[in-house]
């Protein structure tokens, strides 16, 4: 990236761009945001498919060059900024956990948290008046006899593995910790962290980060109130 002064987040409201825009703040690159307001669906505008065919954010442009998926803006920012720390080489200690949470935040843990708001949000779509009450108990259901359990499981192995570290890899902050931070935003807004202190301190560990406040400052919160 020869040209930083050229870096803009094609930016979602209430989206997974707060990780690259909180990379960048850690950087110290200048860059600039292009927002994007979510439709009555709760999608992306259609405006998003003339920067990235798939019409999603969060998308970095560098120039002409367009970056797309969260995880690989993130390695990518890591490995052309290697003075940074926030990445870890191949042969370097941690370097197998640090390829593992980068990407189990999308794989593994976000289908969760994106499935729960699919669900709770059923019932309130335009149906017959006598099938919403059906849907509400199959969305009621559904989150709670399947998802649950899930997030359960998964909330339960970070706290073990977060109970004997602070940072998820290598003894330092990383660009994954950086790409675990939205799903677990989202976790907390949609089952609580009480249940798991070493996870709710690691949260609280990153948010204390003056970064990530500064990204939350330029570019919204990143769930809505109530998710």
Known sequence: MSHPESLVVHHLEYSRSHRVLWMLEELGLPYDIKRYPRNAAWLAPK????????????????????????????????????DSG??????????SDYLYWLHYAEGSLMPLMVMTVVFRKIPEGKMPFFIRPIARLISQKTVETFL?????????????WLSEREWLAGGKLT???MQ???PLEAAESRYGLDSYPALKRYLERLRARPAY???????????????
């Open 175 to 177: 660009a994954a910790d």
């Open 148 to 160: 649950r359990p899930q997030v359960t499981t998964h909330l339960t192995a970070m706290n073990a």
């Open 86 to 95: 926030l990445g870890i080489a191949p042969g370097e200690a941690g370097r």
């Open 47 to 82: 405006e998003l498919q003339q920067v990235h065919p798939l019409g999603k954010s969060p998308v970095l442009t560098v120039g002409d060059r367009a970056l797309a998926e969260s995880g690989s803006i993130l390695e990518t920012l890591a490995e052309e900024h290697p």
């Open 213 to 227: 406040q500064r990204a939350l400052e330029k570019g919204g919160p990143m769930t809505p109130a109530k998710a």
């Open 180 to 182: 675990m931070s939205f």
